[in-house]
């Protein structure tokens, strides 16, 4: 994978006049498919809640108080997503399957070289936002094809002279940004965007004859991605810290790891994942679209161990696929078991 500062390079010269027929046609008809509203073949769901609309310009305007509430611990800096910052945006999420992902990184990379993972596809609806946040989770320069249908968008980032605003015009455009950073966005028109960032390899893998994804990074903190159903008499726990320190692991790392002979059915109840003991078997992060679109021909990556719940193994991603064999009333998953100690070498404190 190129360094840091040879992508951004890349990614700055990167205009969208210059992208090829082939990229521009796969991504003009996925944004198509967003548009026909009703009619969208994509599995999406809302992302925030419908109150935040009215505070929209204060959640904007409120910087230096997210900022001090992230050194203060109340909230994570890293994502609009997760337990404590539902009120941080108001648009859509539309999930692609995996071979529709890999053919746009195919021609990414004819395009530009390298191998390209898709970090997201979104739409950001007339009033609507996405407020402060870093994507400190995952890192790397990050390349955004933006589409929009007026001259209303604007996207601040954070900068050391000040908050740059970012005006942007009716049409398709390339935002690139490098984390972790603080920007945000917002539109009275209809914005859509699919970002992108370098990856060492596809994040969905042939190897021996196997199927398997490595895909994003794995957070072993205090306050992992992922919401529970916020009842009051849940009991949810997540705490993934590794004798009270927090690590990160890069998914692609575990490429070497992976081997045949580690392929195993797994009782569910063995597997501690994010908010394996929610009251509710509802995924609160996307209202279960995702784990009826999960990719269950692809074995969960688990490793011995490695948890505070006394669970026989941890779950290295992989929530939506186990929480639809459950709906399946299955009790296993297929799954690669990974050695504890083999694993803990590739974690980098954070």
Known sequence: MVSSDEALKIMKAAKWKDAPNSLKTLLKDIRNDVLSKDKCTLNWHIAGKPQTLINRSKILNSLDEFKENVNKGYITGYTALGPHTWFNEWRYIFQLSVEKQHEICIEMSKWLGGGWELRGCFGIPPGGFLGWHTNANALMPRMYFVWNDSDTSQFYVDTDKGIKVIKESKGWRRNVFVPPAWHAGRTDGFRFSMGFRPSARWTYMN??????????????????????????????????????KRYKLNMIDLEPLIDKKLLKKVKIKDIAYINFNCSQIFCECCGNERVNNASSEYPIVLVKGMNNFNKKYLSLGGKHRILQRIHKDKKDIECFVLNEKKVFKLLKEF
């Open 207 to 244: 190897k021996d004859g196997l199927k398997y994804l490595l895909k994003g990074t794995i957070l072993f903190s205090d306050a992992p991605d992922g919401s529970c159903c916020k009842n009051d008499d849940c009991q949810a726990v997540n705490d993934y810290r590794i004798n009270d």
